[in-house]
C-alpha cells in the first residue's frame, strides 16, 4: 500500500522538530505556524499508534521510536534534498544556498573576505555562515562543509586547509599587569585572573595551553570572567579584567599600539590552520565548487611572498 502524502510531509516536519529540539524553531524554518508543526507531529504519532517526541515544557527530543524513525528515514530525506540541489546544474547561472557552520575567528579572517567576492559575482549563489563552538555533525545539521583548526577535523571528511598556522599569544592589559605582576610561567596563571571560553559541546572551559622545547603545559585556571564569543572575551581583557590567549592577528595591532602586553611570551604555542571539511560521498555542487575555488584562490593570495 503506497504511503500517502500527508505521512511524507508530516515525515519530514517531525525531523527537523527532532533536528532543532523545538516546535517554534521548525515553524520558524518552514515559515508556518506552531500549531501547524504539532498538528502535523501529531497526527502522524496517531496514524503509527507510536510516541515519537518526548515533550517537555523546555525541549522536545525523540523517542526511542521517533529516533528509530530519523535513523532510518532522515538519510533518505536528506539525499531526496541533494539530489534536487544537484538540479541546479541544468541552469548555465550556478545557483543555491552553502552553508557552513565555522567559529569567529576563521569567518572574520577567511571565510568572509574569501567570499564576499563571490556574492558579488554570482547572484544567484547564497551564503550562510554559522557560528558555533560545537564540534558539531555537519551532515546531521545540514551544513555543506565546516571550518575548524586542523586537529579537530573528522579523518572520514575531505580537508582543504584554507589558512597559515598561527601563535596563539597570551595577553592582558597594562593595568591588569601593574595591579597584578608578570607571570613567569604558566603555572603562575593560577594565581591570577583569567578570562576564559565557555566550551558549549561539553559545558567545560577551554583550557591554555603553552608549549617550550618540546614540552607542552596544559593550564586550567579558576576563571574571572566567561564568555561564549571571542570579541566579548578581548573586551574583557582591554578593560584590565584578566588574561588568556588569543590568535596573534587579532592582538598583535593591540600590542603593537600598547593596549595589550604579550604575557609569557618563551612559552607561545602554534595552531594548526583552519580547514574547511566536507563529506567525502558528497557530490559538490556548482555553487559549492565556486565557494572552494574562492576559498584555495583567497588562501594562495595570502600567503604569496610580497
Same mark, same amino acid.
Given at each position: 500500500m503506497p504511503m500517502p502524502k500527508d505521512n511524507l510531509t508530516d515525515i519530514r516536519t517531525f525531523i527537523v522538530v527532532a533536528r532543532e529540539g523545538s516546535f517554534t524553531k521548525a515553524a520558524a524554518k518552514y515559515g508556518v505556524s506552531q500549531s501547524a508543526v504539532s498538528y502535523s507531529v501529531r497526527m502522524l504519532e496517531e496514524r503509527l499508534g507510536l510516541r515519537l517526541l518526548a515533550r517537555t515544557t523546555r525541549?522536545?527530543?525523540?523517542? $526511542?521510536?521517533? @529516533?528509530?524513525?530519523?535513523?532510518?528515514?532522515?538519510?533518505?530525506?536528506? %539525499?531526496?534534498?541533494? $539530489? !534536487?540541489?544537484?538540479?541546479t546544474e541544468l541552469r548555465q547561472q550556478p545557483a543555491g544556498t552553502v552553508r557552513i557552520s565555522s567559529v569567529e575567528h576563521a569567518s572574520e579572517t577567511i571565510l568572509w573576505p574569501a567570499l564576499r567576492p563571490v556574492m558579488e559575482a554570482f547572484p544567484d549563489i547564497n551564503i550562510e555562515i554559522n557560528n558555533d563552538y560545537r564540534l558539531i555533525?555537519? *551532515?546531521?545539521?545540514?551544513?555543506?562543509?565546516g571550518v575548524r583548526l586542523g586537529e579537530q577535523v573528522a579523518q572520514d571528511m575531505i580537508a582543504l586547509r584554507i589558512g597559515p598556522d598561527h601563535s596563539q599569544i597570551t595577553v592582558a592589559s597594562p593595568a591588569y599587569i601593574g595591579r597584578k605582576g608578570m607571570p613567569g610561567l604558566p603555572?603562575?596563571?593560577?594565581?591570577?585572573?583569567? *578570562?576564559?571560553?565557555?566550551?558549549?559541546? /561539553?559545558?567545560?572551559?577551554?583550557?591554555?595551553?603553552?608549549? %617550550?622545547?618540546? $614540552? $607542552? *603545559?596544559?593550564?586550567?585556571?579558576?576563571?574571572?570572567?566567561?564568555?561564549?564569543?571571542?570579541?566579548?572575551? !578581548?573586551?574583557?581583557?582591554l578593560d584590565g579584567i584578566g588574561t588568556t590567549a588569543f590568535p596573534d592577528d587579532i592582538v598583535a595591532p593591540l600590542i603593537a599600539e600598547g593596549r595589550l602586553v604579550q604575557v609569557l611570551a618563551d612559552w607561545t604555542p602554534t595552531r594548526p590552520g583552519y580547514? !574547511?571539511?566536507?563529506? /567525502?560521498? %558528497? @557530490?559538490? /555542487?556548482?555553487?559549492? /565548487?565556486?565557494?572552494?575555488d574562492a576559498l584555495r584562490k583567497h588562501k594562495a593570495q595570502a600567503l604569496a611572498p610580497v
Open positions: 525541549s522536545v527530543s525523540p523517542t $526511542e521510536a521517533g @529516533q528509530r524513525l530519523i535513523d532510518r528515514l532522515a538519510p533518505i530525506f536528506a %539525499k531526496f534534498d541533494d $539530489e !534536487l540541489i544537484a538540479m555533525d555537519i *551532515v546531521a545539521g545540514r551544513f555543506d562543509a603555572h603562575d596563571l593560577m594565581d591570577h585572573d583569567c *578570562v576564559l571560553l565557555r566550551l558549549p559541546t /561539553s559545558g567545560g572551559l577551554y583550557p591554555l595551553t603553552y608549549a %617550550k622545547g618540546g $614540552e $607542552e *603545559v596544559i593550564v586550567r585556571p579558576n576563571a574571572r570572567a566567561i564568555f561564549n564569543t571571542v570579541p566579548m572575551m !578581548l573586551n574583557s581583557v580547514h !574547511l571539511y566536507y563529506p /567525502s560521498r %558528497k @557530490q559538490p /555542487s556548482p555553487a559549492f /565548487s565556486i565557494v572552494l
